[in-house]
């Protein structure tokens, strides 16, 4: 219990996923932490270059009593550029070691996650789409995906707080909700990125953090 | 590459200004410009447009009342400015697809690691890199592009030297 416990404050501590922005400049490393209406993903990772990221993915599965930690790669496969705008296709997969902490552990297996992620973006505009699927074997094999739109109400300049109101969409085949929505509030500051929102279907929240370094 | 275009031309900018004092005004205090040696004279940065540059600008912060706003340059920066007043070459770089504060980071965090910028900002609301290089240092514009595709971004137009404070 205590194990549990620990293992879910360090995850709370320092979760993350690949959702926004996943890969860094050259020499980058970003710390991610997400928290949605099923998980809790902590993901730090290092970019050798502005198209890669390789990292260490740690997950917790509430509902399903579950926790994967294992290294996380992540393509930046694509990047259109404007002049008022930006948009991005991303590739990510991860391997690792699964474990059930449930009331009546199984033990441990390995596991595989694969995703992919586009966004377009303007400076008051945004709009996203990702989709995931996973292999645990005999505790899991599930898929989901998220769409995301998203309105800043002002074009905060360089340095200042930048401020977005957003709407998420999420579709999880599996689950007791299959359809979540969220609405968020995505606050940017600096090198550090927060979004907190309360998926309204299922009654949970949502808080999301990036700080870049 | 500029300086010693500039020269010549803040040197005539001077010599006009001093010239509108008529030679009978001139009293036994007073130096006849036109027979100074300028060669000698720290005249500030050959980069700044006009005789403002002949102000020594290592302490002071420059205000919005003294620089264009609307220049390609974020003149609003101190340190932008301060790199300029020291003599390093300034280079604005139009760069596509910077949107957001990642963005400006990324760029900020490449460049401002380099031993050869004096100063460097990244201004959303242009979407300029602003980059003042040490006195004396050089950065190509293949060089340029190359740093801010590691950055994760692309130049779009590059402006150099006193084009700079265009609008």
């Not at chain 1, 219990?1 to 501590?13: C, F, G």
């Not at chain 1, 990221?53 to 992540?74: M, Y």
């Not at chain 2, 020594?56 to 420059?62: L, N």
Request: glycine share 8%; net charge negative.
């Amino acid at each position: 219990m205590l194990r549990t416990a620990l293992i879910a404050v360090i995850l709370l501590a320092f979760n993350a996923e690949a959702s926004a922005r996943p890969v860094s400049y050259a020499g980058g490393w970003t710390l991610i932490e997400d928290t949605d209406r099923q998980s809790t993903t902590a993901l730090i990772h290092y970019s050798p270059s502005a198209s890669y990221s390789f990292g260490l993915r740690t997950e917790w599965d509430r509902g399903a009593d579950l926790i994967f930690v294992g290294p996380q790669a992540t393509w930046l496969a694509k990047r259109w550029f404007g002049p008022d705008h930006q948009a991005n296709l991303y590739f990510w997969g991860a391997a690792g070691l699964v474990t059930d902490i449930g009331l009546n552990p199984r033990g441990d297996r390995s596991g595989v996650q694969a995703g992919m992620m586009t966004d377009w973006e303007t400076r008051r505009l945004f709009l996203s789409y990702r989709a995931s699927a996973r292999d645990f074997g005999k505790f899991d094999q599930s898929a989901m995906q998220a769409a995301r739109v998203g309105f800043a109400p002002y074009e905060g300049d360089t340095g200042e707080l930048h401020t977005w109101l957003m709407l998420e969409v999420d579709h999880r085949p599996d689950g007791d909700t299959p359809i979540g929505v969220t609405p968020i509030l995505r606050l940017f500051y600096g090198s550090a990125l927060f979004e907190a929102g309360w998926n309204v279907t299922d009654d949970a929240p949502l808080l999301n953090f990036q700080y870049r370094f | 590459m500029f300086r010693p275009l500039f020269i010549p031309a803040l040197l005539a900018i001077s010599a006009t200004s001093f010239a509108q004092v008529s030679p009978t005004e001139t009293t036994t205090d007073q130096v006849d410009h036109s027979k100074m040696d300028h060669s000698k004279m720290d005249h500030g940065s050959a980069y700044m447009p006009d005789d403002h540059a002949n102000h020594d600008h290592t302490d002071v912060t420059p205000t919005m009342d003294t620089r264009d706003e609307n220049a390609l340059i974020s003149v609003d920066q101190p340190e932008i400015m301060r790199a300029i007043a020291a003599g390093g070459e300034p280079i604005v770089a139009t760069v596509l697809g910077a949107v957001c504060d990642f963005c400006a980071k990324a760029m900020n965090k490449t460049f401002g690691k380099r031993k050869d910028v004096a100063a460097v900002y990244v201004d959303l609301d242009k979407k300029t890199l602003n980059l003042v290089l040490k006195p004396g240092a050089e950065m190509s514009d293949d060089d340029l592009r190359k740093y801010v595709k590691k950055s994760g971004y692309k130049v779009d137009a590059i402006a150099r030297g006193p084009a700079v404070f265009a609008r």
